[in-house]
């Protein structure tokens, strides 16, 4: 069965460094998302891809972050400046849309450190 | 907005009994409902939804959840529960605007004891 696939599964970073998060959707969806979950919380909306553009984004989604489909398989996550507060299991999902299918598919997650 | 709402932070069931995980909704509209499952150390996998139709719906791994319009709750059942099904349970609301992004409740960790 398809998956969703995400890199690294850790990733350890200073304080002000630039990460980039990668993420491969299940091959013929066409919505991609980020979510991140803080160690303890629920689970947070980042931003909502489609056609190229973003869709939606959430207060969390300043301008430090960006998001890219550079190859039409890959969707990246990019933080160019991680504060301490950027620690968290980022979620890469995908959705294939139409009448009933709506759910998302996610990805293992990325476990963000930055110390 | 768009909300769930999940009031117990822990259920605790012994093993063959049936099990419930509570969640109760607040929505403008219909409501398209989710629950997910996460595994220690794994993402979230979708166990099933409501979009439409019959009120109770069969998902993965024996689990169903009933959608109660009256009482704006889509609570997770399983007649009899497995020691494997322990884990962190997630509902989630479909949000309505243009794109779909998921609202999650905060979570219900399910301890099954053999």
């Known amino acids: 069965e398809p998956e969703v696939t995400q890199t690294p599964s850790h990733q350890v970073t200073q304080m002000g460094q630039e990460v980039i998060l990668r993420c491969v959707p299940i091959s013929n969806h066409l919505y991609f998302y980020w979510y991140r979950q803080i160690l303890g919380q629920k689970v947070e909306f980042l931003v909502s891809f489609y056609n190229n553009e973003i869709s939606e984004k959430s207060e969390i989604f300043d301008d430090q972050f960006s998001v890219e489909r550079p190859d039409g398989s890959n969707f990246t996550l990019k933080i160019r400046s991680t504060k301490l507060e950027d620690s968290a299991m980022y979620f890469c999902?995908?959705?294939?849309?139409?009448?009933?299918?709506?759910?998302?598919?996610f990805g293992p997650g990325t476990r963000l450190t930055v110390t | 907005a768009q909300s769930v709402a999940q009031p117990e932070d822990q259920v605790n069931v012994a093993e063959g009994n049936p099990l419930t995980v509570k969640c109760t909704y607040s929505v403008s509209g219909n409501p398209y409902l989710f629950w997910y499952v996460q595994y220690p150390n794994r993402g979230l996998q979708f166990l099933l939804k409501?979009?439409?139709?019959?009120?109770l719906v069969k998902g993965s791994y024996g689990f169903e959840a009933e959608f109660n319009k009256s009482q704006t709750s889509f609570h997770l059942k399983k007649p009899s529960a497995l020691v494997s099904d322990s884990a962190l349970y997630f509902c989630a609301v479909r949000d309505k605007s243009n794109t779909d992004k998921l609202i999650f409740g905060t979570g219900t960790r399910l301890q099954v004891f053999p």
């Open positions: 999902a995908s959705a294939k849309q139409g009448l009933f299918n709506y759910e998302q598919y």
């Open positions: 409501y979009i439409t139709g019959d009120n």
